[in-house]
C-alpha cells in the first residue's frame, strides 16, 4: 500500500553511513538538504554516538559545508536524560560509564556522577573507559543499582575497523553480573524519536526515517509504523529478495540515488517544486 508522504513534515536521518563516511560527505547530501528545505521538509540528524555531544555534530557538519541548527541535532545523551527522567532516576543516585563529555552533558541536565550511592548505572560509549570505572559499575550493579544505556550498538565503525562501543559493554557487564539494562535510549528505542517529536512538535506520523542500517535505523521505523528509506549498496545490490525482519519501503545507493526517485517527488511534492524552480 503507497504511504501518504505529502504527511511529512522532518525526515530523521542517520549521520554516519547516510550524510557522511569518516570526514567525507556522501553523494547528494548537500543537494538532498537543499531539495529538503525548498519543500518546506525540517530534518533531524539522529547519532546512537554518545561519547561526543551534539556541538561536536554541529563543528564537523560545518567543516563539511553542510548548515544544521542546533536542534536538528539529537544524540542518544539526550535521549537517555529524558529516559532517566521517565523512570524517576534520582540526580544524585547515577553513575555514568562514559566520556568525560557524556558526564558533562548529564551533569548540565541536573544529574550528577555519584560513584558511591548511585542505585542507577548509565553506560555509554566510553572511549575513557577504565578497568576502575568498569568494576565500579560492576559493583553498583551487584548491589542492585538499575542498569540502563544510551544506545545498544555493539561495534562503531572506523575507517581502520570496527571498535568496541556500548554494545559490547553492556555484554562484558551482563558476563559479570548477570544484568540486562532495564531500557535503552538510542536508535532503535523510542526514547530518541521522542526528543524528535519534543524538538519539532510533531505527531510520530508527520515523520520518516532514512538510514544505513536495517537493525536500528529501519527497525526504529517498522517499530513506530514509520516510512523508511535504506541507504545500502550490498542490500540494493542484491539480487534475491531475502526475507529480512525490518523491511524499508525503499533501498537506494546514497542520497543522490534518492532524490531522482519517485518516492522522493512524492515526498517533497515534486510537481510543485519542479515548475516553479527555474529552467
Ligand atoms: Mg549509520
Keep these: 500500500m503507497a504511504r501518504d508522504l505529502r504527511r511529512i513534515k522532518l525526515v530523521l536521518?542517520?549521520?554516519?553511513?547516510?550524510?557522511?563516511?569518516?570526514?567525507?560527505?556522501?553523494?547528494?547530501?548537500?543537494e538532498f538538504f537543499r531539495r529538503l528545505a525548498h519543500a518546506g521538509i525540517a530534518h533531524a540528524l539522529l547519532t546512537n554516538n554518545s561519547s561526543i555531544g551534539p556541538d561536536d555534530y554541529l563543528r564537523k557538519l560545518r567543516t563539511l559545508g553542510l548548515k544544521a541548527d542546533r536542534r536538528a541535532v539529537i544524540t542518544s545523551a539526550e535521549a537517555a536524560v529524558l529516559m532517566l527522567r521517565h523512570h524517576a532516576v534520582r540526580p544524585d543516585r547515577l553513575f555514568v560509564l562514559g566520556t568525560g563529555k557524556l558526564v558533562r552533558y548529564v551533569q548540565r541536565c541536573g544529574f550528577g556522577n555519584s560513584s558511591e550511592r548511585a542505585d542507577a548505572v548509565l553506560v555509554g560509549f566510553d572511549k575513557e573507559l577504565t578497568y576502575e570505572k568498569l568494576t565500579r559499575a560492576c559493583h553498583l550493579i551487584r548491589r542492585g543499582?538499575?542498569?540502563?544505556?544510551?544506545?545498544?550498538?555493539?561495534?562503531?565503525?572506523?575507517?581502520?575497523?570496527?571498535?568496541?562501543?556500548?554494545?559490547?559493554?553492556l555484554a562484558l557487564i551482563r558476563?559479570?553480573?548477570?544484568?540486562?539494562?532495564?531500557?535503552?535510549?538510542?536508535?532503535?528505542?523510542?526514547?530518541?524519536?521522542?526528543?524528535?517529536?519534543?524538538?519539532?512538535?510533531?505527531?510520530?506520523?508527520?515523520?520518516?526515517?532514512?538510514?544505513?542500517?536495517?537493525?536500528?535505523?529501519?527497525?526504529?521505523?517498522?517499530?513506530?509504523?514509520?516510512?523508511?528509506?535504506?541507504?545500502?549498496?550490498?542490500?540494493?545490490?542484491?539480487?534475491?529478495?531475502?526475507?529480512?525482519?525490518?523491511?524499508?519501503?525503499?533501498?537506494?545507493?546514497?542520497?543522490?540515488?534518492?532524490?531522482?526517485?519517485?518516492?522522493?517527488?512524492?515526498?517533497?511534492?515534486?510537481?510543485?517544486?519542479?515548475?516553479?524552480?527555474?529552467?
Design 13 to 30: 536521518l542517520d549521520l554516519d553511513g547516510t550524510v557522511y563516511l569518516g570526514h567525507r560527505l556522501l553523494p547528494g547530501a548537500r
Design 175 to 279: 558476563a559479570s553480573t548477570g544484568v540486562r539494562p532495564r531500557d535503552v535510549a538510542g536508535k532503535p528505542h523510542r526514547w530518541i524519536v521522542k526528543v524528535a517529536q519534543s524538538h519539532f512538535g510533531l505527531k510520530a506520523g508527520q515523520m520518516m526515517v532514512i538510514g544505513d542500517r536495517l537493525d536500528t535505523d529501519v527497525r526504529l521505523a517498522n517499530r513506530f509504523g514509520l516510512a523508511s528509506v535504506l541507504i545500502s549498496k550490498a542490500e540494493k545490490g542484491s539480487r534475491k529478495a531475502r526475507p529480512r525482519r525490518y523491511q524499508p519501503d525503499l533501498t537506494v545507493s546514497n542520497l543522490a540515488e534518492l532524490i531522482r526517485t519517485p518516492f522522493f517527488r512524492r515526498l517533497t511534492g515534486d510537481k510543485k517544486g519542479r515548475q516553479s524552480s527555474p529552467p
Design 145 to 169: 543499582a538499575t542498569l540502563y544505556a544510551t544506545h545498544p550498538d555493539v561495534n562503531c565503525p572506523m575507517p581502520e575497523g570496527a571498535i568496541p562501543d556500548a554494545g559490547s559493554l
